[in-house]
């Protein structure tokens, strides 16, 4: 079956799961259970595991195992999960794909290969990376086109691995300009590029929605906000989409602005979600004049987050 950018397997909101510890570091398999029910509750059209505001980057690979099947079990179909397995290695990143596959999987996430704030690879050896991980499964490709990476990724040359590699289908845009660079991507790429997506908690959301987004990959604390922005924009609803983008932009602003990976375990700890929502070291804790902030910005929308414990 051909996929196209007019009949997507997946779009709307797919929140990225923050990975709960408890006091000590460990992880804490019960909350991360209750975490994931919360997010379905709130109307999340899918999730997103083991991204880098899942604190990807304190696992070991064992954990990574535990809690992708953990997840995947858990969730148990209710809805598609996008699991990152991104890694330097072209064959541990194909590896890592695969296993993701098998445990479940709808999608994987991959970040292009860097290291460190020098490290990098050459375009020829980004696409054969991409391909190397294309030919180890069966499901699409979101590429995660993020400043992190440090890695310049042209809307030509995305459209381009669109078009050539077969798995190669959603796009996750977070740089500068996003709105300008799906657009640009989306006339290149035409059909290839099936999930036209934007990331960075939806700040730049709306712009991305207009410029023919039809994903986003938000922050995990309010599923219930940025749903109907997306359901009423995609329904061609667009004056009930910027209303509510509005409503609820001082919140994904103080996320995005103030409070980064930290937003989400502190808004599930405040309404009973989880039990902790400490950060693994060395990742230090919110200041608790940002919580307060938060908080009191949260507060005012009435998510269901601050009341679903």
Known sequence: MSHSAKNPRFRGVYPVVP?????SGNLDLEGQKR???????????????????????VLGDDEREVLTSTILNHVAGRVPVIVTTTHFSSRICAARSKRAQEAGASMVMVMPPYHGATIRVPEVGIYDFYRTVSDAIDIPIMIQDAPA????????FLARMAKEIENVAYFKIEVAAAASK???????GGDAIEGPWDGEEAITLLADLDAGA????TGGGYPDGLRPIV?????????????????????INYENRQCGLLAAKALMKEGGVIRCDAP????????????AGLLDTAKRLDPLVLRWG
């Open 19 to 23: 990975t709960i510890f408890d006091e």
């Open 35 to 57: 975490c994931l029910d919360f997010m379905i509750d709130a109307g999340s059209n899918g999730l997103s595991i083991l991204a880098n505001f899942s604190e990807q980057f």
């Open 149 to 156: 990476a440090g890695t310049p990724l042209s809307a030509p």
């Open 182 to 188: 799906l657009r640009e991507m989306i006339q290149l």
């Open 214 to 217: 039809t994903g986003t990959m």
């Open 231 to 251: 359901d009423d924009y995609l329904a061609g609803r667009r004056e009930e989409a910027v209303a509510g983008y509005a409503r609820w932009l001082p919140l």
């Open 280 to 291: 693994r070291h060395p990742i230090t804790p919110m200041h608790p004049a940002t919580r």
